[in-house]
């Protein structure tokens, strides 16, 4: 099939297209690399692979990529961690708003028109931040309160595109939402602000890679926000590239929404505790803990019954095997200035 990414140049991109790829399908990628600026993926001479440098709020261009394409992945969007919540709560709805309507607006003419199949929608947990059903089910968003963030708020929108399209357009969706993607790769985004955990600067804004960093950099005791009592689902990149190719060649996933997540539950603290002793396996574990953020989630986890079932999709990798290839891409990082 031929695929167009939006957002290609990002984070989840850089394993999902690769895997892509590497199932033989085509693909055409655009990114306006505003997050990290230029970077080079490990794909950008594959033969299959096409990158346009554009925005994907630009509906005629989007119109002329997808003109020849089976499939749209609507992965680009203005995306970070917690600290994005706060730093850019009107960006993240209306600058995200604006993108998932002109990657539909295309979508829809496409299949009107053109040949295009179907739409895969690239979500987020964070649609579930107002349930208090564990673990969470597909479904549970539409019968919990909406999410509290703009953030949340938007990638929920983004699924209400996705059903309406289909209700009046009958444009086929699929919708993913991921859980915690971790991986090498996330470097700091250039809009990211200079806020401190302790005496060591943020250098992302998800945990995994800052708890690594800060421990790298000496800080003693690690700070960290909140109790640590935060349970999360910390999910390796190449698992969720698997299944987010799943969800786009299986017939099965179409008009179908999906949690694309390891079954495992780790608090913050016990994730601290594991980064530490990998680093600092002879010295004695401290924390402090800082103010949370608002938007501070205190549990997610993900029932992922349904993809197992429909998709025969399961995440495999354990955390210590993700942090065992993380810690050292994040200390070359650190050694050559980039974090």
Known sequence: MKILFTGSAGFIAGYTVEELLNAGHEIVGIDNYSK???????????????FVEGDAKDVKLMKDLIADCDIVVAAAAMIGGISYFHEFAYDLIAENERITASTFDAAIWAHEHMKLKKIVVLSSSMVYESVNIYPT??????????????YGFQKLATEYF???????????????????CVGIGEKRALTDKEIYSGNVKLAMSHVVPDLIQKTLKGQDPLHILGDGKQVRHYTY?????????????????????FNISTKRSTNVMELAELIWQR??????FKVISDDPYEYDVQK????????????????????????????????????????
């Open 300 to 339: 997610r986890v993900p029932d992922t019954s349904k993809a197992e079932k429909i998709l025969g999709y399961r995440a495999e990798t354990s955390l210590e095997t993700m942090l065992d290839e993380l810690i050292p891409w994040i200390k070359e990082q650190v050694n050559n200035g980039n974090i």
């Open 36 to 50: 990290y600026g230029p970077v080079e993926k490990s794909y950008q001479n594959h033969p299959h692979y096409t």
């Open 279 to 284: 680093i600092n396996p002879d010295k004695p």
């Open 137 to 150: 089910p597909e479904g549970a968003e539409l019968t919990s309160p909406p999410p509290l963030s703009t």
């Open 237 to 257: 990149g190449g698992d969720l590239a698997k299944g987010i190719r799943l969800c786009i060649e299986s017939p099965k996933a179409e008009n179908n929404d």
């Open 162 to 180: 996705a059903k309406g399209a289909w209700e009046q357009f009958k444009l086929p969706y699929t919708i993913i939402r991921p859980f915690n």
